[in-house]
Nanobody, 121 residues
């Protein structure tokens, strides 16, 4: 019912900017919002951000809070993830997915193929 296509990944230098795009299709009411999670090499996946489809409220993981910004363009069915202060620790494959809040945590489902981000000099 939902499909996501991520783009914008690649090599990013510290001090540079990161801008990821997520094109969503297959509309459904089975999700609270659209967001991002990531998986660094050799590590488990980590929820990064989520933006509500209901009121536009946002969630950020502590590891990216204050550095990343999530936004959406409803006319284009596109969600963005941006940062002008990427760090080497942000190196990971980033996945766009449907997200929902469950208690104090967020769950992600129906993710796309991902886009690889490498932050290195």
């Amino acid at each position: 019912q939902l499909q996501f296509v991520e783009s914008g990944g690649g090599l990013v230098q510290p001090g540079g900017s990161l801008r990821l795009s997520c094109a969503a299709s297959g509309f459904t009411l089975d999700y609270d919002g659209i967001g991002w999670f990531r998986q660094a090499p050799g590590k488990a996946h980590e929820g990064v951000s989520c933006i509500s489809s209901k009121d536009g409220s946002t969630y950020y993981a502590d590891s990216v809070k204050g550095r990343f910004t999530i936004s959406r363009d409803n006319t284009k069915n596109t969600v963005y993830l941006q940062s002008d202060t990427p760090k080497p620790e942000d190196t990971a494959v980033y996945y766009c997915a449907a997200c929902r809040r469950v208690g104090s945590r967020y769950e992600y489902d129906y993710w796309g193929q991902g886009t690889r981000v490498t932050v290195s000099s």
